[in-house]
């Protein structure tokens, strides 16, 4: 857990003969594996910034999978690794993917995650998008029952955000209806 950790950081410093009422005057580097297991969320956002706060002259070199430790992280700090042909390949990542960004935009860019959703809402989502596009492009109808089931399983997670989304998008579908008729009718007219 990190306050183990940060206890032998603390009695390493002491032992080392450093002045623990200035922890400013510790040097060193420190190297944490997942600095974010058994972190809530808001220590995840905030653990670093404390330690590079208390500690100014210690280097922490961490690897992390969360988001929100990304977040706190100044671009020119944060190194992302990739594997690519067998090999480990490092890029410095910008300062706006890091701290300008939503865990969401993190999660998509540094992660190669497209869905902040799970498994079985994101499909049901890719084929409500899949139907609602050939809605769109007149191949297939509103009333059509793989897209009718398809609503109604997005529904059935009982989510006020799936909900909200599905909102949004039938006012869309209703408002891009409504447009292209009154723009059919404007033809005609002339």
């Not at 992302?80 to 410095?92: F, G, R, S």
């Given at each position: 857990t990190s306050f183990s950790w940060i206890?032998?950081?603390v009695i390493r410093?002491?032992?080392?003969?450093f002045d623990l009422e200035k922890p400013e005057t510790i040097v060193g580097i420190v190297m944490i594996d997942e600095i974010d297991i058994h972190l809530h969320i808001k220590w995840q956002r905030t653990i670093l910034t404390v330690l590079q706060d208390v500690f100014?002259?210690?280097?922490?070199?961490?690897?992390?999978?969360?988001?929100?430790?990304?977040?706190?992280?100044?671009?020119?700090?944060?190194?992302?690794l990739k594997i690519k042909n067998d090999y480990v390949e490092a890029k410095t990542v910008t300062n706006d993917i890091a701290i300008?960004?939503?865990?969401?935009t993190v999660i998509n860019e540094l992660f190669d995650q497209t869905s902040i959703f799970s498994p079985k809402v994101q499909e049901a989502f890719d084929i409500f998008y899949q139907l609602k596009q050939s809605i769109l492009d007149g191949k297939t109808s509103v009333k059509d029952a793989e897209f009718a089931a398809t609503v109604a399983k997005l529904q059935g997670f009982e989510s006020d955000e799936i909900n909200t989304i599905l909102g949004m998008e039938f006012r869309l579908q209703y408002e891009y209806r409504r447009i292209k008729t009154q723009n059919r009718s404007r033809k005609s007219n002339k």
């Amino acid at each position: 857990t990190s306050f183990s950790w940060i206890l032998d950081l603390v009695i390493r410093a002491w032992k080392a003969g450093f002045d623990l009422e200035k922890p400013e005057t510790i040097v060193g580097i420190v190297m944490i594996d997942e600095i974010d297991i058994h972190l809530h969320i808001k220590w995840q956002r905030t653990i670093l910034t404390v330690l590079q706060d208390v500690f100014k002259n210690v280097q922490f070199i961490i690897t992390t999978h969360s988001p929100f430790v990304v977040q706190s992280v100044s671009g020119s700090n944060l190194v992302e690794l990739k594997i690519k042909n067998d090999y480990v390949e490092a890029k410095t990542v910008t300062n706006d993917i890091a701290i300008g960004s939503s865990y969401e935009t993190v999660i998509n860019e540094l992660f190669d995650q497209t869905s902040i959703f799970s498994p079985k809402v994101q499909e049901a989502f890719d084929i409500f998008y899949q139907l609602k596009q050939s809605i769109l492009d007149g191949k297939t109808s509103v009333k059509d029952a793989e897209f009718a089931a398809t609503v109604a399983k997005l529904q059935g997670f009982e989510s006020d955000e799936i909900n909200t989304i599905l909102g949004m998008e039938f006012r869309l579908q209703y408002e891009y209806r409504r447009i292209k008729t009154q723009n059919r009718s404007r033809k005609s007219n002339k």
